[in-house]
């Protein structure tokens, strides 16, 4: 028998972390509304399409089999999202980011990692630092937002869900972007 999946209301979760923790993102709610929106929301665990086992809003940190409450889920986003923050306004100059550049890079930290926003392994099996890195800590934001298509892989494979969020995250990235001279 499959077991009973319970969904959640990605609008209301985010509203209700929103509520809880009024100040603790820089994300704006409307930026907090389109992350979660390319995510699923489920009250039971799940495996994601890379098979790591997921809860609430993307949530992959200690997921334990058994239902999680709205409010659980909205502590879990607001957790994951600010580790999110955390990693761009650590790693990525964040701090000096137009508003719709930090959101999107927040969202792509959100979704591949920090760890995996910075870092590739080449072809010779060495570790690199990413392009959209290096952009970032020139301030070249336009370029930066430019790279976000580059993360469209899950598991090793390319994947069409993926693609259009980097797609989406682009745009928004740069929205308040000053296009180079």
Request: aromatic share 8%.
């Amino acid at each position: 028998m499959k077991p009973i999946i319970k969904r959640c209301a990605i609008a209301s979760v985010v509203a209700l972390g929103i509520t809880l923790s009024p100040d603790a993102l820089r994300s704006s709610p409307e930026a907090q509304q389109k992350i979660a929106g390319w995510e699923d929301c489920r009250k039971t665990p799940y495996r994601c399409i890379a098979g790591v086992a997921t809860v609430g809003i993307g949530s992959t940190s200690n997921v334990e089999q058994r239902e999680y409450s709205e409010q659980e889920i909205a502590q879990r986003w607001i957790n994951d999202m600010q580790h999110a923050e955390n990693c761009i306004n650590k790693n990525f100059a964040g701090e000096l980011m137009p508003q719709s550049a930090f959101e999107a890079m927040a969202d792509a930290a959100f979704n591949v990692g920090c760890t995996g926003l910075m870092w590739f392994t080449d072809r010779q099996h060495r570790q690199r630092r990413t392009t959209i890195w290096r952009h970032a800590q020139a301030y070249e934001w336009a370029a930066m937002c430019n790279r976000l298509t580059d993360f469209v892989n899950s598991a090793g494979k390319r994947s069409a869900g993926l693609a259009n969020r980097r797609q989406d995250f682009k745009a928004w990235c740069l929205r308040d972007v000053e296009a180079p001279r």
